[in-house]
């Protein structure tokens, strides 16, 4: 994965929605409680995969999470 070897600019509401998603909750749950759609957060996801250059799978996306995200960070 060439991510790890570049600078990556998620926004803050990626990085927000990266953290929950590395403790496990679905994009149902971070909808409500970010007060928006389940499709606005799965854009969010998609958006994340297609910047940190990921296959497009949910493992994929928690892998690159718990690799790369420091737990002061959630």
Known sequence: MKSSTKNILLTNVELEILSYIKQGFSSSYIAQVRNCSVRTIEKHRSNIITKLELPSSQ????????????????
Do not use: H
Not at 59 to 74: E, G, H, I, S, V
């Open 59 to 74: 493992n994929a996306l928690l892998f690159w999470a718990f690799n790369n995200l420091n737990t002061t960070d959630t």
